[in-house]
């Protein structure tokens, strides 16, 4: 596979990682549409803190040389024309829902656009983005084939390898996670399955068809959306029966088979999204996925639980609940890691401003113009000695670990612990 150039459409959580580990052994070139990104990345900052400055900086290229020459590396741009040196191309573009919970398929659409412009005979193109099964063929072909005035596969060819990547996790990383490959036809499906091969440690599974990976993919988020769902379930009914949810899974746990989830917020690009795809799918050919969507709708009310439990506390303790000074610790998704996308922390944010309570945000990993930009919310950018009614943990920060919360606590006030990992001085938790 020497001299293969391979475009990676999308530089975001998934594309980055993706890209720095084939510029390892290919020319790469990473194309996003945010030209402000990829001017960070070529000045060698990630602010999505997957890849490291050093590691950046081990792969990048010049434009100069990477325009010229068969040298390795990666080459960031804005520019569609530099796509055009590709034989892979690689689609890692975001796969959202609207308010509806409808997919949106527009960024993978205008991806395809953009490649069919540039593709040639005997391309591939590759897709990792999340999606139901059959879209690849059902919905991105048609537009690589208006576009590109080609043939599927007489003329060019697709595979689908549906990404991984767990933000912020240092342990798998992309070449650690055994990587699921599929092509549009027998050769093709070799190919890309030898492609990832050359960068993937951990190994490959060649699935049967695109189909089948794409199916497969979207079945991992929603078979953890589903356990996840069936704890969220358990901690309202132990709340209700004065039982500790912890403890009951600490004991549970001690069987072999016990599967370890937990109680919380399920939100994020993945878990929180994937699930819908499948259940548009599965309506689109007459069947209603009862427990799918059951789940979905279980994850999506624990914002709101919590803020009504913190409010019973608050009753408890005659702390008033009008214009109470909250502290609201953590707005990403998840736990040491920037990223605020579909971040569920933000459904109690704007449960607490519904009662008219006075609510600061604080959160030392998420971006304060992304926060701005995104939710319209002015985030602390540090903790001054103010004192406040109610502190809740929403994400566990390693940083929050190491607060000393009563500081910022009145005499008569109120702290709850959303993810469970506070030793001391919490009045309840999740």
Request: charged share 25%; proline share 4%.
């Amino acid at each position: 596979m020497e001299n293969i150039k391979i475009a990676v459409i999308g530089l975001g959580y998934v594309g980055l990682p993706l890209a720095v580990e084939f510029a390892k052994k290919y020319k790469v070139i990473g194309f996003d549409i945010n030209s402000k990104r990829v001017e960070e990345l070529i000045k060698g900052r990630d602010n999505t803190l997957e890849i490291t400055k050093d590691n950046l900086k081990k792969v990048m290229i010049e434009a100069s040389v990477a325009l010229k020459n068969d040298s390795i590396g990666l080459l960031p741009t804005c520019d569609v024309s530099d796509i055009s040196l590709a034989s892979i191309y690689i689609v890692t573009v975001p796969t959202p829902v609207d308010k509806n919970h409808r997919p949106i398929l527009t960024p993978l659409l205008k991806a395809s656009e953009m490649v069919g412009k540039v593709l040639e005979k005997d391309d591939i193109v590759i897709y990792e983005s999340t999606v139901y099964p059959g879209c690849t063929e059902e919905d991105c072909v048609p537009v690589l084939e208006q576009y590109s005035g080609l043939k599927f596969n007489k003329d060019f060819f697709c595979g689908y390898s549906p990404e991984r990547i767990n933000p912020g996790d240092k342990q798998h990383t992309v070449s650690k996670i055994t990587k699921v490959t599929s092509g549009s036809n027998i050769e093709t499906a070799k190919i890309v399955d030898d492609l990832y091969n050359s960068i993937i440690t951990a190994g490959t599974f060649k699935a049967t068809s695109i189909k089948v990976a794409e199916a497969a993919k979207v079945i991992e988020n929603s078979q953890r959306d589903i356990n996840i769902a069936f704890v969220n379930e358990l901690a309202k009914i132990f709340n209700k029966l004065n039982i500790d949810t912890q403890d009951v899974l600490a004991a549970a746990g001690s069987k072999w088979n016990f599967l370890p989830f937990k109680p919380g917020l399920v939100g994020g690009h993945c878990i929180g999204v994937d699930p819908y795809y499948l259940a548009q799918k599965a309506q689109e050919v007459g069947y209603h996925p009862e427990i799918i969507l059951s789940g979905r709708k279980m994850n999506d009310s624990m914002g709101k639980y919590i803020v009504s439990e913190i409010i019973k506390l608050m009753i408890a303790k005659e702390i008033p609940i009008k214009a109470a000074k909250i502290l609201l610790l953590g707005i990403t998704f998840k736990e040491n890691c920037p990223d605020i996308r579909n971040t569920k922390a933000i459904d109690i944010y704007k449960e607490l401003i519904s009662y008219g309570m006075d609510v600061d945000l604080y959160d030392p990993w998420a971006n304060t113009e992304e926060v701005k930009s995104e939710y319209d919310i002015e985030l602390k950018t540090s903790l001054s000695n103010e004192k406040y009614d109610t502190i809740i943990l929403a994400v566990a920060h390693k940083e929050f670990l190491k607060l000393d919360l009563k500081r910022f606590k009145k005499i008569n006030s109120l702290t709850y612990d959303v993810k469970g990992i506070l030793t001391e001085g919490v009045d309840a938790k999740l």
